[in-house]
């Protein structure tokens, strides 16, 4: 089974800056999409962003976008979210999915911005 891993998560103050990865264990170019979700406490999980992998096309959540930038690297089999001018409300788990939600998810990464 394909394994799915993001990293880069941690602390970071308001306006900060991050950038997750999510590295997958077979080849991305086999996938339409890619996409990242997120799940604050006590809240359900959201959408944030999502890529094709075959034209790099891309699609954000109205609340980050202009903020964060999802992108892939075919070689790598990784696909990365650069998340600036953080916010206390992007305090969330970050989790990678493939088919943007309808595959295989990894196990997450906390990002945490203090207010």
């Known amino acids: 089974q394909v394994q799915v891993v993001e990293s880069g998560g941690g602390l970071v103050q308001p306006g900060g800056s991050l950038r997750l990865s999510c590295a997958v264990s077979?080849?991305?170019?086999?996938?339409?999409?890619i996409g990242w979700w997120r799940q604050a406490p006590g809240k359900e999980r959201e959408g944030v962003a999502c890529i094709s992998i075959s034209d790099g096309s891309t699609t954000y959540v109205r609340s980050v976008k202009g903020r964060f930038t999802i992108s892939r690297d075919n070689a790598k089999n990784t696909v990365y979210l650069q998340m600036t001018s953080l916010k206390p409300e992007d305090t969330a788990i970050y989790f990678c999915?493939?088919?943007?939600?309808?595959?295989?998810w990894g196990q997450g990464t906390q990002v945490t911005v203090p207010s």
């Open positions: 077979a080849s991305i170019s086999d996938y339409y999409t």
């Open positions: 999915a493939l088919e943007c939600g309808a595959g295989q």
